[in-house]
C-alpha cells in the first residue's frame, strides 16, 4: 500500500521560495507517475504539478507555470516541489499522490492522502 508523507511548508513572505518534499513508501516509486495538489482555504484540492515516472517531462497548472519546478529522485523515492516567487493566492495546504492521466488531466490515483504541508504566503 502506497503511503505519502509531506514536508517543507512553512510561513514565507511573498515573492520568497519554499521547498517542498514527498516521501513515498510502499509500491514501485519508479514507475509511477508523481503529481502535487493543492487545498487553499475555503477552496476545492486543486491540480499544481506533475511529472513522469523518469522525470523527463513536467506539467505545470497554469497559475504556477514558470515560479514552480516539479522534480524526483527516484533512488529516494522522493518527489519535490521548489517554489519561487511566492504569492499570497499560493497558500494552501500541499499534498502529493501517485498520478494518471484522464480525460486531458491529472487525476490522483492513492484515496489515502497524506497529512499534506501547510504553506503561507504572506503580503
Known amino acids: 500500500q502506497v503511503q505519502l508523507k509531506e514536508s517543507g511548508g512553512g510561513l514565507v513572505q511573498a515573492g520568497g521560495s519554499l521547498g517542498l518534499s514527498c516521501a513515498v513508501s510502499?509500491?514501485?516509486?519508479?514507475?509511477?507517475?508523481m503529481g502535487w495538489f493543492r487545498r487553499a482555504p475555503g477552496k476545492e484540492r486543486e491540480f499544481v504539478a506533475a511529472?513522469?515516472?523518469?522525470?523527463?517531462?513536467?506539467y505545470y497548472a497554469e497559475s504556477v507555470k514558470g515560479r514552480f519546478t516539479i522534480y524526483r529522485d527516484n533512488a529516494q523515492n522522493t518527489v519535490y516541489l521548489r517554489m519561487n516567487s511566492l504569492e499570497p493566492e499560493d497558500t494552501g495546504v500541499y499534498y502529493c499522490?501517485?498520478?494518471?492521466?484522464?480525460?486531458?488531466?491529472?487525476?490522483?490515483?492513492?484515496?489515502?492522502w497524506g497529512q499534506g504541508t501547510r504553506v503561507t504566503v504572506s503580503t
Open positions: 499522490n501517485v498520478v494518471g492521466r484522464r480525460d486531458n488531466s491529472w487525476s490522483p490515483y492513492v484515496e489515502e
Open positions: 510502499g509500491g514501485t516509486f519508479d514507475s509511477y507517475a
Open positions: 511529472i513522469t515516472w523518469n522525470g523527463e517531462i513536467t
